[in-house]
């Protein structure tokens, strides 16, 4: 699953880092070696 849109935000389930999407791409968010989990969107 990759960043669909402005807004959404994703956590890290491994150190906490989140993160809010200012501009959609499409790729994927991938921190501490893992993909970041979507808790909300916009």
Known sequence: MGV???GE???CEICGNEVIV???G???LV???QEM???SEE
Do not use: P
């Open 4 to 6: 669909s849109a402005k």
């Open 9 to 11: 935000r994703y956590l």
């Open 22 to 24: 200012e501009e959609a």
């Open 26 to 28: 499409g790729g994927t």
């Open 31 to 33: 921190c501490c070696g």
């Open 37 to 39: 989990t979507l808790i």
